[in-house]
């Protein structure tokens, strides 16, 4: 790697002749570790040019240099730092300081704290990763994506990939979106309908701050996705959670005075039950009678592979008050970190607007890639590919559930990738995770999915999308070893 000429320059402080301030400026480089072994210095005619000294100078700097073992020279190839260069010294760490700022005051609002787990960054070296979300490298078209962002970073999609959209989207994106996604959930809408995300839990962040105050009230579903119920609690609104029942969420338990209901109709999470269709028309009936808006994160729909998906709610609703979240991040990556807001142009707008303010857009080149990805037909034969992998590691997994004796609490009865378990009372599900994890298996605890200050503690989640189909019954009788170890108290 070449170390750029416009990182030299002369100190105007330094003293000696200019061949020795040449010297010191390329050993001081060195010494301090940002010119590195194996780099190639500028010519001593370029660098000479950009210093505005005579050629001769440099090369006598250079020559010094080399005699001292800070540079090697390879022929006519030029000048690089030795590989016998001296190391860079080490430094102790600094001692710790002290702020003089009163960090408990200064702060206006504070953010840490809530349910949301944190899963290990490592969760692939895992032996039994019975974690939810994930992405299986054997299941995913590494070979198509990698072609679709060759594609996208082209000359024919320079303008794509490079302008600033400010509050507007790739419309490749959204053309698909609007043509072969959504109608797909039964949902019509136009370009000023939609609005592309940095995923759903950005949707959902926005869509908290666009239509909640602290004087208004929103309704959760429990037990719910507890990364919104941190996005609620931050925005200080009035926070309801209702039970849900194997139905999902019981319209006649909404409180009068509810101004947004947030719900998942097709997979509650995390219990995967889907919302019948005479629920859901009594959830639009009951948010008419109150005047309340409903937010539908439509999450995992893709995963219907038992029998045709539910229609959405989005579908169903005929005043304009729900706002539909959909994601790719859950059907392609999670690091992919693309989703869309689908609501009445008035709410889009605002959304929009707030986006503008703190992102301006989700990044061209990622919109444009999934837009091809998308339009070229690769995603529905992942899908389909995927949809076939779960069905077979689901039906491995209830038979391994059951041969364990180990007790579903809650199953998606269209698909999904993932149990809700129930163990014995007795049973602390993150005592069980901490335990499990030593054995080199990985499950969610339920607890945080709870809104209650004493939740139960005995539920916890068992996802089957990214390990193997030989792991899953050595690895649920791993989960059944020590639920059958936990003392009763």
């Known amino acids: 790697m070449a170390i750029p000429v416009e990182t030299f320059f002369l100190k105007p402080d330094t003293k000696g002749t200019l061949q020795s301030r040449i010297q010191q400026m390329v050993a001081e480089g060195i010494l301090s570790g940002r010119f590195r072994r194996g780099e190639k210095l500028p010519s001593s005619r370029k660098l000479a040019q950009h210093l505005g000294v005579s050629r001769i100078t440099v090369t006598l700097a250079y020559t010094e240099l080399l005699a001292n073992d800070y540079l090697s020279s390879r022929g006519r190839s030029g000048y690089y730092v030795s590989d016998d260069a001296p190391e860079p010294p080490r430094f102790d760490a600094p001692p710790a300081r002290e702020d003089a700022v009163d960090w408990s005051r200064a702060l206006g609002q504070k953010f840490t704290g809530g349910a949301t787990p944190v899963k290990p960054q490592d969760w692939a070296q895992y032996r039994y990763p019975f ?42 994106l959204v053309e698909f979106i609007l043509r072969h996604t959504l109608p797909r959930r ?26 909640l105050t602290q004087r208004r009230r929103a309704v959760i579903e429990n037990p719910c996705y507890p990364a919104l119920r941190d996005i609620l609690t931050h925005s200080r609104c009035h926070l309801n959670a209702v039970d849900v029942d194997e139905d999902g969420l019981p319209p006649e338990d ?55 998906p539910m229609p959405a709610l989005k579908s169903l609703d005929r005043d304009g008050r729900v706002i539909y979240v959909g994601s790719f991040s859950k059907s392609l990556f999670p690091g992919l970190r693309l989703g869309y807001l689908v609501g009445s142009a008035p709410f889009i707008r605002e959304a929009r607007a707030l986006r503008a303010s703190m992102l301006r857009h989700p990044p061209g080149l990622t919109q444009r890639t999934t837009a091809y990805f998308l339009s070229l037909g690769h995603y529905d034969s992942l899908i389909r590919r995927t949809g076939k992998a779960l069905n077979d590691r689901r039906v491995i997994m209830e038979h391994a ?19 809700w378990m129930r ?19 990985l499950i969610e605890p339920g607890t945080a999915f709870f809104a209650e200050n004493d939740p139960p503690r005995n539920y916890y989640r068992l996802a089957y999308s990214s390990i193997a189909q030989a792991r899953i019954d050595p690895g649920v009788a791993e989960i059944a070893k020590a639920i059958d170890a936990t003392p009763v108290t």
């Open 131 to 172: 974690l939810y979300g994930q992405t299986d490298p054997q299941l995913f078209d590494h070979a198509n994506w990698r072609l679709c962002a060759v594609q996208a970073l082209g000359a024919r999609d320079f303008a794509a990939l490079t302008r600033d959209y400010y509050d507007q989207d790739d419309p490749q």
């Open 254 to 308: 909404i409180p009068e005075n509810s101004d947004v209901i947030f719900t998942t109709p097709s997979h509650q999470c995390p219990t995967s039950y889907t919302m019948p269709l005479a629920r859901r028309q009594s959830l639009l009936a009951r948010a008419r009678a109150l005047d309340a808006l409903i937010v539908e994160d439509d999450y995992e729909f893709e995963m219907a592979y038992l029998k045709p």
């Open 186 to 211: 039964g949902i019509t809408a136009t370009p000023d309908e939609v609005l592309i995300t940095m995923g759903a839990q950005n949707a959902l962040w926005m869509t908290t701050q666009v239509l």
């Open 423 to 441: 163990a014995p009372d007795h049973v602390d599900s993150e005592d069980l995770a901490r335990r499990l994890r030593a054995s080199g298996v």
């Open 401 to 419: 559930i059951r041969k364990h004796g180990l007790t579903i609490a809650g199953k998606g009865s269209y698909g999904g990738s993932s149990f």
